[in-house]
Structure formats: C-alpha cells, structure tokens
C-alpha cells in the first residue's frame, strides 16, 4: 500500500516539474555548472521508511543546510549559555551574507545567516581546523545515517571566491565574536559547506530531528532532545532567510534552504522531507523547493499546527478475530502520518490474513489525504489477492458500501465477522 503515497508525492513533483523560474547560484562558480532541471523528493517517516521521487540520488552540496546542523553541534558541545553569548536567535530581515551584527550586541542576529554560521564554526571546540571539520563531518554523517563526503571542487571554488564571507569573519574577530583565526573558522566553515548530500540524506537528516535527536535506522541518539528543541525553534523563525513568515504561514514546519538548491524541513514527531531543485529565488531558496514543499504541506495536511491532533492518532489494537481474519481498530484523529503507518503496517502483515476489517467507529476526524488513502485500500488488498472491509457507521471515510454485488462497509463490527464467516468457511474438523 506504500505505492498510495509515492502516488502522492510522484503526483506533487509532476506538477511543479515545468516551472522554470529562477537561476543558478553563480557567485560560486561551480554551483553554475549543475544541472538546473533535476528535482529530486524524498520523505522519511519517524521509523526510518523512506519514499522517493525524481532525482533523489543526484548529490549536490549542502551549502547552508548546514547551518542550523552546526548550530546544534555547538549546543550540544558547550552548551546554550556560551553559545548564545556569541550568537543571538532574532530573524535579521536581511540577506543571508549581510556584512552585519545586532547594533546593540556586536552578535550575529542568529545562526541561520552566513555571520552566525561563521560564529557556530568558532565554537565547536578543537585544536585545528582539521578537529574542528571532523566533528562537524561526523555530527553531519551520524545525522544522516551515513557517511558523507565532500565535493573538493566546489570547496576549493567558494575559498577562492569568499570575500564576502571574509569580510564577516574579520569584522566578528573585531567585535571579539571569534576568538581563533578568522582564516582558520572560514577554511572550516567552506568545507562544511561543500559537504555532498542526496535529498534522501536531508530527509533522513531531518528525520532524526523529528526524532528527538535520534537517527530512525539506527536508534542512535546523536544529541540531545534539548539541543533539537533550540535548534528547530531558531529554523522556525529564521530557516528561510526573509522569506520565513511566509514560509512560517504557508508551509508550517522548521526548514533550512541552501544555495545549492537544497531544502531540509521537519515535522516534530513525525517525519522529515529533503528537496533538491537548485534555481533560486531572489532571497536564496529553491524556488521549485519551496512550491513542493507548499503542496506537501496542503495536500498531505502537514502544517506543524497539526501535529498535536496527529499525536492522538493510532492503531488501538490488531487482533485475529478469526483464522483468517485480522481486525485493526483505530481512534483518535487521522492526518498523513497516522493514515501512512496504518497502511505500511498492513501491507507488511499481508502473509497472515486473507480478509483485513478496518474499524474506524472511533475516528475523531480526518483530513481528505488521509480519507483517500485509506480508502484506496481495498484496491491494494484486491491487487494482493485479499479482501478488505470497513466498519463507519458514521460514514468518516465516505466509501460506498457496496462494491458490486458485495457489501464491504459496516455498521458493526459484528456484521462485518459474519460476512467474513461466509466468505471463509470456518475449517471442519476431521474424522481421520
């Protein structure tokens, strides 16, 4: 039943595939010789299950996905007072390379612009720019799932066009923000930058903050609820540059774009989406990125405002009510997530019934993506040789309640194991 939702994403990506807008990022010459039609879509759900669409294995460079990842890495590090001494968390309302501080603190505004970011780099404690780089590498690949590696060209072409970037990390040396070499902190921070990543890894990635910190896979905690906390909380409001409340009110989940066409975004609890589409918008987003991420957000319901709805949303229980015969009851409210789990869950125990009864009597509410998933699933059951009914005295998925001659919707549970019984024959016990 899994290919009810990749039929959703597939659908998503479909639809912004001719939109052309933007341009390449060319002030690092080596992010201008990409390919601008590629669109890769990934989603991770919070167990580690990922969907895919598009160019989802094409790497491309982190860029400034990294930030809010480094930033994190310094929570976790030294924690939130020192880090905060250096770095405030109020959105800037400027351009993500502004050569700019607070007025009032000499700090960078938040760790989401180039002089913050330049900031978290200084405070990942280490005794050279190479220990600084490997715990940054490792703090990324743990995140991942996976280990990442760099894109040595692009690296070598953003040292070689940084000026801009220098300037930042001079001017923070001069308001005391960074205490080591500012040549040293940049050397680092281009390297962290051209870190290669798949949108399947920034799904991944951003699973393991819906997590808590944990990477889904593995179970690894790589940091602290805490510091996911603090660092999602600072995506939320300053992830999207100045785009971040529209960002905030259209999409509703703590994201982080990068020049490279990269777009990580998280829905606590539940899943993390990745999104590779590398023509930029003025502000510095993937303008084909954010569109999709829009779409997802309305059609699969995935607003952050939601979420505590979707956290009541469950299989109350699984049971064999006869040989042959597997009840799932629901309750609570039913978004994407829940209606998503509920059909994986079925699809991975096909081998142990051949009729699957859904009750849904306790169903709260329901959003249309997750009404038209769950009502697809007859169709996958049939294609699997199974049988599939439905107990909604209530109507909640409003499926027909015949299919042909044959009943497959209840008004109880009870009617629903009697057309079961005739349709498989209790077994007769044998004389032999």
């Known amino acids: 039943m899994a290919e009810l939702v990749q039929r959703y994403l597939d659908q998503i990506r479909t639809e912004h595939l001719t939109n052309t807008d933007g341009a390449l990022a060319d002030y690092i010459p080596e992010l201008a010789r990409v390919d601008p039609g590629a669109l890769g879509l990934s989603l991770s759900l919070a167990d580690g299950y990922i969907y895919e669409s598009g160019d989802c294995t094409a790497e491309f460079t982190i860029q400034s996905v990294s930030k809010p990842f480094t930033y994190a890495l310094a929570l ?69 799932g996976r280990d990442l590696s760099v894109d040595h060209d692009v690296y070598a072409s953003e040292k070689a066009t940084g000026s801009r970037n220098r300037a930042i990390a001079y001017m923070l040396q001069s308001f005391g923000v960074l205490d080591d070499d500012p040549d040293e902190i940049l050397d680092v921070y281009f390297r962290q930058c051209s870190i290669k990543v798949t949108s399947t890894d920034l799904a991944r990635m951003a699973a393991t903050l819906a997590r808590g910190g944990v990477e889904p896979r593995s179970g690894r905690r790589v940091t602290s609820a805490a510091v996911v906390q603090r660092t999602l909380s600072v995506m939320v409001t300053c992830g999207m540059y100045d785009a971040a409340g529209d960002w905030v009110s259209a999409v509703g989940m703590p994201a982080k774009s990068g020049v490279g066409g990269g777009i990580t975004a998280v829905l606590p609890g539940q899943l993390g989406i990745g999104v590779y589409s590398p023509l930029l918008d003025a502000k510095g987003n993937s303008v084909r990125g954010v569109e999709v991420c829009r779409s997802m957000s309305v059609s699969l319901g995935l607003h952050f405002l939601s979420v505590t709805r979707e956290s009541r949303s469950t299989i109350r229980a699984a049971y064999d009510a006869r040989p042959g015969v597997r009840v799932y009851e629901l309750h609570g409210d039913l978004l994407f997530a829940g209606a998503e789990q509920v059909l994986r869950t079925i699809e991975g125990e096909y081998d142990e019934f051949d009729i699957a009864i859904l009750e849904v009597s306790r169903v709260d509410d329901i959003d249309d993506t997750a009404r038209g998933m769950l009502a697809g699933m007859r169709e996958s059951l049939t294609a699997a040789g199974k049988q599939g009914y439905l107990v909604d005295p209530d109507d909640t998925l409003q499926v027909p309640r015949v299919d042909g001659a044959q009943a497959i919707v209840f008004s109880t549970l009870d009617d629903a194991l009697r057309a079961a019984r005739q349709s498989i024959p209790a077994p007769q016990d044998s004389d032999g």
């Open 76 to 144: 976790d590090r030294i924690g939130q007072y020192a880090v905060d001494a250096k770095i405030g968390v109020e959105p800037s309302g400027e351009a993500f390379n502004e050569i700019s501080v607070d007025e009032t603190t000499n700090r960078p505004k938040n760790p989401m612009i180039n002089a913050g970011a330049i900031a978290a780099v200084s405070l990942i404690p280490g005794v050279s720019a190479d220990d600084r780089f490997a715990q940054i590498h490792e703090f990324y690949s743990a995140f991942a």
